[in-house]
């Protein structure tokens, strides 16, 4: 399988709890991205990288929230104190950086805050 | 500040029928991508098309075409001969142009849930 892989698929934590979402892009994909998808609703950007520098955080993120892509491969995405609003699927993409190519998603990671 | 709303909450259909899924857009840009988006009950997001804004020729694909009207900025998706496995949530999206600075990052409406019954 070559497409985008995140890990894990569903996530079930207490609040106040820490967790970590893995993604891994396409291979040679120097571009990644985070997005949030709450229920109803289109996805919503959060962060984006272009090989290991995170170049464009969105006010979505906030100071509870870290994403780090250390060796332009596979990205984590860390939510510290998590509160019940966190609850979504968080999404990961990629793409080259080539113009005019596409963004290829994952299939998320569900994460339910109780 | 780009947008894109998509009217349609929810629309159902009986297998065999033509459906259109509509998308209108906003962007101060210039140039820009038109995306359109599926997304299963799995949830992955599986691209269906991408459209610039320099292109406004229609494009069909098997049963799927997509009419592009920069005058009245929608970028509309039809489903010909509908059938039960098109049920799915569909996102339109818009993403601007430039390789640097933004990062082409998607800027998606709220997606239209279509069901196609038999």
């Known amino acids: 399988d070559t497409g985008v892989s995140q890990d894990p698929r569903h996530k079930i934590t207490k609040r106040g709890q820490n967790v970590t979402f893995r993604c891994d892009p396409i291979?040679?994909?120097?571009?990644l991205y985070w997005y949030r998808q709450t229920l109803g609703q289109g996805p919503e950007f959060l962060t984006y990288?272009?090989?290991?520098?995170?170049?464009?955080k969105s006010r979505l993120l906030s100071d509870r929230f870290s994403a780090e892509r250390p060796k332009g491969s596979f990205s984590t995405l860390e939510i510290q104190r998590t509160e019940q609003g966190d609850s979504a699927m968080y999404l990961c993409?990629?793409?080259?950086?080539?113009?005019?190519?596409?963004?290829?998603f994952g299939e998320g990671s569900w994460l339910t805050v109780v | 500040a780009q947008k894109v709303t998509q009217a349609q909450t929810e629309i159902s259909v009986v297998e065999k029928e033509d459906v259109t899924l509509d998308c209108v857009y906003e962007?101060?840009?210039?140039?820009?991508?038109l995306f359109w988006y599926k997304q299963p009950p799995s949830g992955e997001l599986v691209f269906l098309i991408r459209r610039n804004s320099f292109d406004e020729q229609n494009e069909i694909s098997g049963r799927y075409s997509w009419n592009f009207q920069k005058s009245t900025s929608s970028f509309n998706f039809t489903i010909t001969a509908s059938q039960v496995v098109d049920s799915a949530v569909y996102f339109c999206a818009l993403s601007e142009a430039g390789i640097t600075g933004g990062g082409n990052k998607l800027t998606f409406g709220t997606g239209t849930q279509l069901k196609v019954e038999l």
């Open positions: 993409a990629s793409r080259s950086g080539q113009a005019r190519n596409t963004i290829y």
């Open positions: 990288f272009q090989n290991e520098a995170q170049l464009e």
């Open positions: 962007t101060r840009d210039t140039t820009y991508y």
């Open positions: 291979s040679e994909h120097n571009r």
